[in-house]
């Protein structure tokens, strides 16, 4: 297993994937949030110290029992995310496991589409074409961003004003009565 350092400067880690699978190598490591910068471009300004300004993540690569080439990412972070309703910033954890199967061509990306119906076949695994300069904290972006809410929002928003339309008087359904002559 490789330990994979902090990359908080342009510093990028790159492997080739087909040998990295092949040799089924494990690395994981860590890297502020801020240094993600397609994640944050729309967020809230991120933290810039503790536990929750950091991602960590980790790659492993393996052969499937059918012999295909195998990558399982898995990432943890908590960006600050804006809610909807309340428009209060909070912490969006994320903690995510994709397996990715490495295809060496473009029309291999395409074989879980029937040709004739094009429908996609959704048991398929995800596929990425295999790259000797596959940077690796890329994927772990791109699989952050597919794991944020599209509309981020509270479970319970923790000051939660009542508008002033809550405050009127609800009119009565006309199917009240039919209400009251079930009883």
Same mark, same amino acid.
């Given at each position: 297993?490789?330990?994979?350092?902090?990359?908080?400067?342009?510093?990028?880690?790159?492997?080739?994937?087909?040998?990295?699978?092949?040799?089924?190598?494990?690395?994981?490591?860590?890297?502020?949030?801020?240094?993600?910068?397609?994640?944050?471009?729309?967020?809230?300004?991120?933290?810039?110290?503790?536990?929750?300004?950091?991602? /960590?993540?980790?790659?492993?690569? /393996?052969?499937?029992?059918?012999?295909?080439?195998?990558?399982?990412?898995?990432?943890?972070?908590?960006?600050?995310?804006?809610?909807?309703?309340? #428009?209060?910033?909070?912490? /969006?954890?994320?903690?995510?496991?994709? $397996?990715?199967?490495?295809?060496?061509?473009?029309?291999?990306?395409? #074989?879980?589409?029937?040709?004739? $119906?094009?429908?996609?076949?959704?048991?398929?695994?995800?596929?990425?074409?295999?790259?000797?300069?596959?940077?690796?904290?890329? #994927?772990?972006?791109?699989? #952050?961003?597919?794991?944020?809410? /599209?509309?981020? $929002?509270?479970?319970?928003?923790?000051?939660?004003?009542?508008?002033?339309?809550?405050?009127?008087?609800?009119?009565?359904?006309?199917?009240?009565?039919?209400?009251?002559?079930?009883?």
């Amino acid at each position: 297993m490789v330990r994979a350092q902090t990359m908080s400067t342009a510093k990028r880690l790159t492997i080739d994937s087909a040998d990295f699978v092949r040799v089924e190598r494990h690395i994981d490591g860590q890297a502020p949030i801020a240094s993600f910068t397609r994640l944050i471009e729309d967020l809230p300004e991120q933290a810039s110290q503790g536990e929750a300004s950091m991602v /960590y993540w980790s790659l492993q690569g /393996y052969k499937a029992p059918r012999g295909e080439s195998m990558l399982r990412l898995s990432v943890q972070a908590a960006p600050l995310v804006e809610c909807q309703r309340c #428009l209060g910033a909070f912490h /969006y954890p994320i903690d995510a496991e994709t $397996t990715l199967e490495l295809v060496k061509s473009e029309q291999d990306l395409a #074989l879980d589409v029937d040709g004739s $119906t094009g429908e996609i076949d959704h048991d398929a695994s995800e596929k990425i074409l295999a790259s000797t300069h596959l940077d690796v904290l890329d #994927l772990v972006e791109d699989e #952050l961003i597919l794991c944020l809410p /599209y509309v981020p $929002t509270h479970d319970i928003c923790p000051d939660q004003v009542a508008l002033p339309e809550d405050n009127l008087e609800k009119e009565a359904s006309p199917f009240a009565v039919l209400e009251k002559l079930k009883k």
